[in-house]
């Protein structure tokens, strides 16, 4: 398992993949990313403390992920975290989040005393799709009331289930309004559902244009970010 790497196109940064504990959620229907946690905090944060070592400060911008939400993550790793980002000088923190915590969004942000750019897991702006299908629970109505506590949505395209009409829909709210975003392209893992490479390839070929956007990285594959396995 990677757990620290490095991104040099559009926003440099250097990131790192920590342990926490078991995702508040766990029920998204394409997800088994989950499976990398723990119910130990000793394990946790050894884990942890070990990764965040090889941070260097070299780009000022810290991305931090783990199994789920930063609302996960032992207090013991958040207060390493903030050392960490005071001795090696970084002016901009990246954090993800499920939409179940978006109360404690502020509070996080309050707490690092840095600019952040919290991520979240919105996967598709069709509310049906997105809640019902992929079993999100990302209640959500409006792109408002999304940014009231986020600033970055992931998005993903190619399941089968999935319209080019819906994809189409996604992309259009992402580049309209949002300064950042993350389109994940599906890779099939143990859940049950399955790529559609139709679909795959009509992306690529209708989007290729958003490699060159620099308010959105597309991840090909689950470990483009250089961390995973």
């Not at 990313?33 to 905090?41: A, G, Q, R, V």
């Not at 795959?200 to 689950?222: A, Q």
């Amino acid at each position: 398992m990677d757990r620290y790497s490095f991104i040099t196109n559009k926003k440099p940064r250097e990131i790192v993949l920590l342990k926490g504990f078991p995702c508040i959620w766990g029920k998204c229907t394409f997800c088994d990313y989950i499976l990398d946690n723990s119910t130990s905090e000793e394990e946790i944060n050894e884990v942890n403390f070990k990764v965040l070592k090889n941070i260097t400060g070299k780009y000022k911008v810290l991305e931090v992920i783990n199994s789920g939400s930063c609302f996960e993550l032992p207090i013991k790793t958040l207060e390493r975290i903030k050392d960490v980002i005071k001795e090696k000088g970084i002016e901009t923190l990246f954090l993800e989040s499920h939409w179940c915590y978006k109360n404690k969004v502020k509070d996080m942000r309050e707490y690092f005393e840095i600019p952040i750019i919290f991520k979240i897991g919105v996967e598709s702006f069709d509310y049906k799709f997105r809640n019902e299908f992929l079993n999100k629970n990302a209640k959500f109505k409006t792109i408002k009331e999304l940014k009231e506590h986020f600033d970055s949505p992931c998005i993903m395209v190619g399941i089968k289930g999935q319209s080019k009409d819906q994809i189409d829909n996604d992309i259009n709210i992402v580049l309209n309004n949002f300064n950042h975003a993350t389109i994940n392209v599906f890779v099939e893992n143990s859940s049950n559902l399955k790529r559609d490479e139709e679909l795959i390839n009509w992306f690529k070929e209708k989007y290729v244009f958003l490699d060159d956007d620099s308010r959105v990285e597309v991840l090909y594959n689950n470990t483009d970010f250089g961390v995973g396995d």
